[in-house]
């Protein structure tokens, strides 16, 4: 039926003198009238006539089918070829169910859609045919020097292209720059239509001299050379011609036009050959195209700005020459004027991505933080694109190391705490990231935190992370940074027993060890444990073993080297570092009775003895402390002594360290009271001569019975753990982004044609 359908329709278009030859053809053959195309009458052979044959007169039909017959051929035809129906003309609907198509406008569409292959395959042909013939003409046209005579042939090939009369002279005398316009305005478009175009493309000489002509001097040549070369720059065979023909250099030179189309079409075209050129990126650093589009950034047309902060993102991604150059040139600054000011979403996401890439420059890092760029990237965090969302909290956990002490993050910290409920890993990481920076030596971010709810949703977070430490290390670091030296240290430590995160925070010590996470629940603990509401809970959930075994295998570890000059290290982690925080932990522990005992119990005395050696001096501190708590009790002072802990002790008294040595002290006074007199002068004459000397009041405070308070000692804790850098994230090698190697955004495209229409 279709074909038959087809065959109507190719009939049905031939002229009205054809018809009637066709008809008369047709007569002549074993039928004994025509077909009904022409004149409307039923096709019937004369041997099937019978008296109950139907007849129907040609003329003035008046029955149903003899106007479904009458139709017929313009049903097919108004179907296929609609545009030859005449106004106002419709031929009989013969669709009696709205539901079922009937077979004609089942063929309409496919139809349609061939019969515009057709027309195209044979413009393609012709529009290929006239751009070969075309091409050697105006490549010489396009290099012409001084002043040229352009023949009539040469007049009659422009007739052909532009269709341009100029008169019925034989030749005309053009100027250099007349020609050059004139031809360059013949190329333009012949560019337009896709065969041509691929013709000039194949042309190395022609797009050599569209190159040389975009820097003729004169701005509409430009123009139009400029828009010729972003056309072909849309087909990789383009913009291998391009950059072959030395096209970049140009390119780049046309980004300080006074023309805006010239500034667009040169923008537009370096972005996909960036894209999608090899060897184009270091072409285009190599013409010092980064000093000429960072100014760029100052224009205000929000689609000319989106294209160019991509070409900045793919110029500076992996090269930190290319950073420093955007540094050099004022670009933090203006790309975070462009976060702060515009709400364009392409704009803010291309933008967010080139400070995504500086951002792990230590160079440009404090640029951007001091620019605003913390409060600026803050604004976007609430908004509906997800992509925009994600590059702002990469950038902003990147960032964060170095705005420890920005101010004007209160509403940055809230959103942040609000945002540790995503379930979303990514937003997760990124969020706990930045809190646990932004809190590390800051006590006004701190109490803000806290009072936000922020201890509650971290903890929560821990619990929801699980396994997953890329959530649980900044989560726990933030949470040691908000239980300790800030007003609601206190509060801080409370609320994590008070919402279960004790027993959730010691299993992380458990094994397989990752160490980062050690050390920062660690830390942690020995905060919980300041608050003495704290001191059961953690050994009823078992920290003291786990802090134990750790504190064993890191000096097993530490041994194995036995050197300072060469540390152990483990996941990124110094083992010196956990032995110190396990045996400050275990220090603060001790101070209540129950766990002093459960300590003393599992022989860890002779390793805390063994620990005064270390060349570490906070190591010594922390051993001396804990020495001095376990002390108290007098078998575990009978059993320091007899480690032979006197000695090293004797040596610690003349530290230059204050809290080494007020430990030391306070240890050798409880174990000399059970000695024999002259035992206990020599050492008070030791402490009188070395220690205390110069001060009394202090050996008056050894001397008594009361356990030292190390709430009195210097806490550097948040100097011990400083804030996270970031130096590897993304956009330098962060698998988590995948957005790295993602194709410019189609619908991005930028045709300065819709904004500067062509006179063509």
Same mark, same amino acid.
């Given at each position: 039926?279709?074909?038959?359908?087809?065959?109507?329709?190719?009939?049905?278009?031939?002229?009205?003198?054809?018809?009637?030859?066709? /008809?008369?053809?047709?007569?002549?053959?074993?039928?004994?009238?025509?077909?009904? #195309?022409?004149?409307?009458?039923?096709?019937?052979?004369?041997?099937?006539?019978?008296?109950?044959?139907?007849?129907?007169?040609?003329?003035?039909?008046?029955?149903?089918?003899?106007?479904?017959?009458?139709?017929? %051929? &313009?049903?097919?035809?108004?179907?296929?070829?609609?545009?030859?129906?005449?106004?106002?003309?419709?031929? $009989?609907?013969?669709?009696?169910?709205?539901?079922?198509?009937?077979?004609?406008?089942?063929?309409?569409?496919?139809?349609? $859609?061939?019969?515009?292959?057709? /027309?195209?395959?044979?413009?393609?042909?012709?529009?290929?045919?006239?751009?070969?013939?075309?091409?050697?003409?105006?490549?010489?046209?396009?290099?012409?020097?001084?002043? /040229?005579?352009?023949?009539?042939?040469?007049?009659? +090939?422009?007739?052909?292209?532009?269709?341009?009369?100029?008169?019925?002279?034989?030749?005309?005398?053009?100027?250099?720059?007349?020609?050059?316009?004139?031809?360059?305005?013949?190329?333009?478009?012949?560019?337009?239509?896709?065969?041509?175009?691929? /013709?000039?493309?194949?042309?190395? &000489?022609?797009?050599?001299?569209?190159?040389? @002509?975009?820097?003729?001097?004169?701005?509409?040549?430009?123009?139009?050379?400029?828009?010729?070369?972003?056309?072909?720059?849309?087909?990789?065979?383009?913009?291998? @011609?391009?950059?072959?023909?030395?096209?970049?250099?140009?390119?780049?030179?046309?980004?300080?036009?006074?023309?805006?189309?010239?500034?667009?079409?040169?923008?537009?075209?370096?972005?996909?050959?960036?894209?999608?050129? !090899?060897?184009?990126?270091?072409?285009?650093?190599?013409?010092?195209?980064?000093?000429?589009?960072?100014?760029?950034?100052?224009?205000?047309?929000?689609?000319?700005?989106?294209?160019?902060?991509?070409?900045?993102?793919?110029?500076?991604?992996?090269?930190?020459?290319?950073?420093?150059?955007?540094?050099?040139?004022?670009?933090?600054?203006?790309?975070?004027?462009?976060?702060?000011?515009?709400?364009?979403?392409?704009?803010?996401?291309?933008?967010?991505?080139?400070?995504?890439?500086?951002?792990?420059?230590? =160079?440009?890092?404090?640029?951007?933080?001091?620019?605003?760029?913390?409060?600026?990237?803050?604004?976007? $965090?609430?908004?509906?694109?997800?992509?925009?969302?994600?590059?702002?909290?990469?950038?902003?956990?990147?960032?964060?190391?170095?705005?420890?002490?920005?101010?004007?993050?209160?509403?940055?910290?809230?959103?942040?705490?609000?945002?540790?409920?995503?379930?979303?890993?990514?937003? $997760?990481?990124?969020?706990?990231?930045?809190?646990?920076?932004?809190?590390?030596?800051? %006590?006004?971010?701190? %109490? +803000?935190?806290?009072?936000?709810?922020?201890?509650?949703?971290?903890?929560?977070?821990?619990?929801?992370?699980?396994?997953?430490?890329?959530?649980?290390?900044?989560?726990?670091?933030?949470?040691?940074?908000?239980?300790?030296?800030?007003?609601?240290?206190?509060?801080?430590?409370?609320?994590?027993?008070?919402?279960?995160?004790?027993? @959730?925070?010691?299993?992380? +010590?458990?094994?397989?060890?990752?160490?980062?996470?050690?050390?920062?629940?660690?830390?942690?603990?020995?905060?919980?444990?300041?608050?003495?509401?704290?001191?059961?809970?953690?050994?009823?959930?078992?920290?003291?073993?786990?802090?134990?075994?750790?504190?064993?295998?890191?000096?097993?570890?530490?041994?194995?080297?036995?050197?300072?000059?060469?540390?152990?290290?483990?996941?990124?982690?110094? *083992?010196? !570092?956990?032995?110190?925080?396990?045996?400050?932990?275990?220090?603060?522990?001790?101070?209540?009775?129950?766990?002093?005992?459960?300590?003393?119990?599992?022989?860890?005395?002779?390793?805390?003895?063994?620990?005064?050696?270390?060349?570490?001096?906070?190591?010594?501190?922390?051993?001396?402390?804990?020495?001095?708590?376990?002390?108290?009790?007098?078998?575990?002072?009978?059993? #320091?002594?007899?480690?032979? @802990?006197?000695?090293?002790?004797?040596?610690?008294?003349?530290?230059?360290?204050?809290?080494?040595?007020?430990?030391?002290?306070?240890?050798?006074?409880?174990?000399?009271?059970?000695?024999?007199?002259?035992?206990?002068?020599?050492?008070?004459?030791?402490?009188?001569? =070395?220690?205390?000397?110069?001060?009394?009041?202090?050996?008056?405070?050894?001397?008594?019975?009361?356990?030292?308070?190390?709430?009195? *000692?210097?806490?550097?804790?948040?100097? %011990?753990?400083?804030?996270?850098?970031?130096?590897?994230?993304?956009?330098?090698?962060?698998?988590?982004?995948?957005?790295?190697?993602?194709?410019? *955004?189609?619908?991005?495209?930028?045709?300065?044609?819709?904004?500067?229409?062509?006179?063509?």
């Amino acid at each position: 039926m279709y074909y038959a359908l087809v065959l109507f329709a190719c009939v049905s278009v031939v002229s009205d003198s054809d018809g009637a030859v066709k /008809v008369a053809e047709w007569q002549h053959t074993y039928y004994s009238s025509d077909s009904g #195309i022409q004149s409307g009458a039923t096709t019937v052979r004369e041997e099937d006539e019978t008296e109950n044959s139907k007849k129907y007169p040609t003329e003035n039909p008046t029955d149903l089918d003899g106007q479904y017959t009458l139709t017929r %051929a &313009q049903r097919v035809r108004a179907a296929m070829f609609p545009e030859t129906l005449v106004e106002g003309e419709s031929p $009989l609907p013969t669709q009696t169910d709205s539901d079922q198509q009937t077979n004609v406008q089942r063929l309409a569409e496919p139809s349609q $859609l061939l019969k515009t292959a057709i /027309v195209h395959l044979i413009n393609y042909q012709d529009d290929a045919e006239l751009a070969t013939r075309a091409v050697p003409e105006l490549t010489k046209l396009l290099a012409d020097e001084d002043q /040229v005579e352009v023949s009539r042939e040469d007049l009659t +090939l422009w007739y052909q292209i532009k269709m341009i009369s100029t008169g019925d002279s034989f030749s005309v005398l053009y100027s250099e720059q007349v020609v050059v316009n004139k031809a360059a305005l013949i190329v333009n478009q012949l560019t337009r239509k896709e065969a041509s175009r691929r /013709v000039l493309m194949q042309s190395p &000489q022609m797009v050599a001299a569209v190159v040389r @002509a975009l820097q003729a001097g004169d701005l509409e040549t430009s123009r139009c050379a400029a828009s010729v070369l972003h056309s072909l720059s849309h087909q990789r065979e383009g913009l291998l @011609a391009i950059f072959k023909s030395g096209g970049i250099p140009a390119l780049v030179r046309m980004l300080s036009s006074p023309m805006e189309s010239v500034l667009f079409y040169s923008i537009t075209t370096l972005h996909n050959l960036l894209l999608h050129q !090899e060897g184009a990126k270091m072409a285009v650093r190599l013409a010092d195209g980064l000093q000429r589009m960072v100014p760029l950034l100052k224009k205000t047309n929000p689609k000319f700005l989106a294209i160019t902060t991509d070409c900045l993102q793919l110029l500076s991604y992996g090269n930190q020459e290319s950073k420093l150059i955007i540094l050099a040139n004022g670009g933090p600054e203006s790309l975070v004027f462009i976060m702060r000011n515009y709400n364009y979403e392409k704009l803010l996401w291309t933008t967010s991505r080139v400070l995504k890439v500086l951002s792990v420059c230590p =160079s440009n890092k404090p640029a951007i933080v001091d620019a605003g760029g913390m409060q600026a990237l803050g604004q976007h $965090l609430t908004g509906s694109s997800q992509r925009l969302v994600q590059n702002c909290l990469w950038t902003l956990r990147n960032l964060s190391d170095a705005a420890t002490k920005q101010e004007g993050l209160d509403g940055l910290l809230q959103i942040l705490v609000t945002q540790l409920g995503s379930d979303d890993l990514n937003m $997760l990481t990124c969020a706990t990231g930045i809190l646990s920076n932004l809190t590390c030596n800051n %006590a006004r971010n701190k %109490a +803000l935190v806290c009072q936000s709810g922020g201890v509650e949703a971290l903890i929560h977070a821990v619990l929801r992370a699980g396994q997953k430490e890329d959530v649980c290390e900044p989560a726990v670091c933030a949470l040691r940074h908000l239980t300790s030296r800030h007003a609601h240290a206190e509060l801080a430590q409370n609320a994590v027993r008070l919402h279960y995160g004790i027993p @959730a925070i010691t299993k992380l +010590l458990g094994q397989p060890y990752y160490w980062p996470v050690v050390k920062a629940t660690v830390g942690l603990i020995r905060n919980l444990a300041l608050c003495p509401a704290n001191q059961a809970p953690l050994r009823e959930a078992g920290a003291i073993p786990r802090l134990v075994n750790l504190l064993l295998k890191a000096h097993q570890d530490t041994q194995r080297l036995g050197s300072s000059a060469q540390q152990t290290y483990q996941d990124g982690v110094r *083992m010196e !570092e956990i032995v110190e925080g396990c045996t400050g932990a275990l220090h603060i522990l001790a101070r209540d009775p129950i766990n002093r005992g459960e300590i003393a119990s599992m022989q860890t005395i002779p390793l805390f003895v063994q620990l005064l050696y270390s060349y570490v001096e906070n190591v010594k501190r922390v051993s001396a402390g804990v020495l001095c708590e376990l002390a108290l009790d007098k078998q575990s002072a009978e059993l #320091i002594d007899a480690e032979g @802990a006197s000695a090293p002790l004797m040596e610690l008294l003349h530290s230059p360290n204050e809290g080494i040595a007020t430990y030391a002290a306070a240890v050798l006074f409880r174990i000399s009271e059970d000695k024999s007199s002259d035992y206990r002068k020599r050492v008070s004459v030791e402490l009188t001569h =070395s220690l205390f000397k110069h001060d009394p009041a202090a050996w008056e405070m050894a001397h008594s019975t009361i356990p030292l308070d190390p709430g009195y *000692m210097p806490d550097d804790l948040d100097a %011990a753990y400083p804030p996270y850098g970031y130096p590897d994230l993304p956009m330098d090698g962060l698998p988590l982004d995948p957005e790295i190697h993602e194709q410019f *955004m189609p619908e991005m495209t930028f045709d300065p044609r819709q904004v500067y229409p062509e006179p063509l």
